[in-house]
Nanobody, 122 residues
Framework: QVQLVESGGGLVQAGGSLRLSCAASGRTFRNYAMGWFRQAPGKEREFVAG????????YYADSVKGRFTISRDNAKNTVYLRMNSLKPEDTAIYYCAAAPVILITAIGYNYWGQGTQVTVSS
């Protein structure tokens, strides 16, 4: 069992930066790949970034490549999403999730956090 709690969301102007954190409980965190997803009003949940259990492999959606960076600290049971050059279209609720391997679809992720709101003003 893994419980996930996101933090770090907020309101930021376009061009600004935020760092999201996702704290996990449980000793098995290091065994899971982690993903960040987002869901904007009226839209489906979409993959943003993923990282392997060791942190050695990462994967990004084309829409955030070059602007967002996913990382993890297994000693702290935490995964991060650094978001730079934010755009209004990045506005969404951001969720972290855990899966056996990196997946770019929500199906297959076993555990989800409650989400944190990110709002980017123009």
């Amino acid at each position: 069992q893994v419980q996930l709690v996101e933090s770090g969301g907020g309101l930021v102007q376009a061009g600004g930066s935020l760092r999201l954190s996702c704290a996990a409980s449980g000793r098995t965190f290091r065994n899971y790949a982690m993903g960040w997803f987002r869901q904007a009003p009226g839209k489906e949940r979409e993959f943003v970034a993923g990282i392997s259990s060791s942190g050695g492999n990462t994967y990004y959606a084309d829409s955030v490549k070059g602007r967002f960076t996913i990382s993890r600290d297994n000693a702290k049971n935490t995964v991060y999403l650094r978001m730079n050059s934010l755009k209004p279209e990045d506005t969404a609720i951001y969720y972290c999730a855990a899966a056996p391997v990196i997946l770019i679809t929500a199906i297959g992720y076993n555990y989800w956090g409650q989400g944190t709101q990110v709002t980017v003003s123009s």
